[in-house]
């Protein structure tokens, strides 16, 4: 890779694009008299649909379908504004860089063609370039962002200093994404969903106790807690205990452990197994409500 193309790719991905302002859309169709500068990194032509095959190492797997419809009815109307970017396989193969929901809204539009930005990449460049794209867009989740930073730093051999003049964020920006992905599954999926924000996560990675953890999350959701009250009760939970006299009780065993931080996950709910002898013992579920009891009653098929 040249040093102008990785000095573009860390401007950003508008940057590596260069999109020339003299795209326009009629009827579909699109009229291009790409700059000087468009015809050093790639031009701009109409290519079929049928010709283009999708990204595989696209970072995005899953589309709103009444997002796509709705885009698919604004390309009905006035044509796609944005052209996609594909690079040339052989002379009538392309392969997707960047661009797949247009790509996708124009197919169900049905359109047969479509306007593109041709460029020449290898695999790690169309890589960096989707993920880039992927990092770029507005609605995307905190979870999202961490995988695909995780991926540039997996599949693209980058530090985290790398990564952030990529992304153009500070190394600790870079960071608090990248632990998000140390959090239990549960957790995670809170914080893809919109249940929890970047605040409470950002509190809770500061526990080290993933039962902790599991049993604080539930909590935050079942009572609708703000990022400050959060901070708060982490703080309350990670003061030391009181020291008392007298006999302490034994250590957990790790398969104890295993065992109640599986409970936990499965009921997110903190979970404690108290063995008496010979095997025997007791399982505590605590519950925050009438609510909380009958959604882990629910998960217990009861």
């Not at 990529?166 to 960071?175: G, I, L």
């Not at 020291?243 to 302490?248: A, D, I, L, R, S």
């Not at 931080?261 to 008496?276: E, I, N």
Request: proline fraction near 4%; charge should be neutral; glycine fraction near 4%.
């Amino acid at each position: 890779m040249s040093t102008e193309k990785r000095n573009a790719l860390g401007r950003g991905l508008s940057a590596l694009l260069n999109d020339s302002e003299n795209v326009q859309s009629n009827n579909n169709k699109a009229s291009v008299t790409p700059s000087p500068e468009v015809k050093d990194l790639g031009s701009v032509n109409e290519i079929k649909l049928t010709e283009i095959e999708v990204n595989p190492f696209q970072p995005r797997t899953e589309f709103d379908q009444d997002a796509l419809k709705e885009l698919s009815d604004s390309i009905k109307l006035q044509g796609l504004i944005q052209p996609i970017t594909v690079r040339r396989l052989n002379a009538h193969s392309y392969q997707l860089i960047s661009g797949e929901r247009r790509f996708r809204a124009s197919k169900l539009a049905g359109l047969t063609q479509i306007p593109a930005y041709i460029r020449t990449a290898n695999d790690q460049q169309m890589l960096e370039m989707a993920l880039i794209e992927n990092i770029q867009r507005e609605n995307l989740n905190a979870i999202e962002v961490a995988l695909s930073f995780q991926r540039m730093i997996d599949e693209c051999s980058l530090k985290q200093e790398e990564l952030g003049e990529r992304v153009s964020k500070n190394r600790s920006t870079v960071t608090n994404y990248l632990r998000l992905l140390k959090l239990p599954p549960v957790i995670q999926a809170s914080i893809r969903d919109g249940q929890l924000t970047m605040g409470h996560a950002k509190a809770l990675i500061t526990i080290e106790d993933s039962t902790k953890q599991i049993y604080l999350h539930q909590h935050i959701i079942q009572q609708g807690l703000s990022v400050r009250k959060t901070e708060e009760l982490v703080r309350d939970m990670q003061r030391p205990p009181v020291k008392k006299e007298g006999k302490q009780p034994e250590p957990v065993s790790f398969q104890i452990q295993k065992i109640q931080d599986d409970l936990a996950s499965k009921f997110s709910s903190r979970v404690k197994l108290k063995l008496v002898s010979q095997g025997k013992g007791t399982i505590e579920i605590p519950f925050l409500s009438e609510d909380d009891l009958s959604r882990i009653l629910e998960i217990m098929d009861w």
